[in-house]
């Protein structure tokens, strides 16, 4: 658990970051304009003003802040909106690598559907949990901290050596070229390629839903399989829509 | 050094969904409430999505979004199948503490 003075240490960093940005773009965008991207450089994420990296810079405190906010809470609604946040600045960061279909999925699958059946499932067993924190096996735990912080370091490096394409002069075309640099994530490149290269994938998509919607059913459904005689020693839950037949 | 700051490229979004899957994992790690680890594998799902979509973006390859896509599917009926089996522990046992369920396990 996050101490009460944490809101507002964490307050005061968003606070001193917005104005570690802001000033010295603002200068920076005033005195030079546009700047103009170097030669040879990348296709680049977007085009690499002041307003652009702050954009960047605040989404990322906010998807980073809403995480950590859903990790920390005790309380489990404020877990799901704050998962809801992460989600939604996500979604604005899908748009910055101009992928503006998955960026519109991505609020109404996971910030719609997901989120409303987390609710409700919290709806369902509202419990208070006693111990929030699993301390056991702190060996254990402390050696897997590390080794995942040693991995991170690791990580780190190599993403950061990434660099765009070298020899991409010629901007957002794909090898075979056939990609128009307006169309690049556009619903009609999305379903173009959905339909003609992934046309199987798509259709696994179906079978995956359609199996994932009679599991889910099967395993849930009041007094089916091993858990019939506990539920039925368990209290009201479900007990109203049991089927009459189960 | 400060074009760190102001130069964002494709690394910064890596390194960003790497930060936002150690965070995830920290939750799956740590916490005892299953809808809680849940919600963490999905933060760890969208943090994938993410580098799959800046690599899409690096190399201007439209199969990306296509993988996303299966992924946003797979993400959703996961939930679906996750949680049901949670309601179902949550009806017999009264309970989803992680710590507690280790009936599997002896």
Known sequence: MIPRSGYSAIAALCGAVLVFFLAPGAAAAAESGPPAPPPGAPEGALGNTAAVALLFWVLALATVAGAVFVITRRNMVAGVMGLVFTFFAVAVLYAMLYAHFLAVLQVLVYAGAIMVLFVFVIMILNKPEDEPWALTGLVGKAIAGLALLYFLMRLGGVLWGVREKPAASGAELSPGGTIQSGDFGSLAEVGRVLFSDYVFAFEAIALILLSAVVGAITIARPGSGSSSQDADEGAAVGDGERAPDA | ?106
């Not at chain 2, 973006?57 to 299966?70: I, P, T």
């Not at chain 2, 949550?90 to 992680?98: P, Y």
Request: no cysteine; aromatic share 6%.
């Open chain 2, 1 to 106: 050094m400060s074009d760190i700051f102001f130069h964002i490229t494709i690394s910064h979004f890596l390194i960003l969904a790497a930060v936002l899957f150690a965070i995830g994992m920290v939750g799956v790690l740590v916490r005892r409430n299953a809808l809680i680890v849940m919600m963490s594998i999905e933060i760890m799902l969208t943090a994938g999505i993410l580098t799959i979509l800046a690599f899409a973006r690096l190399h201007g390859d439209m199969g990306g979004h296509a993988f996303a896509l299966v992924l946003i599917a797979i993400a959703a009926a996961e939930a679906a199948v996750g949680l049901a089996i949670i309601v179902a522990v949550f009806r017999s046992k009264r309970h989803v503490d992680l710590e507690r369920l280790h009936h599997l396990r002896d």
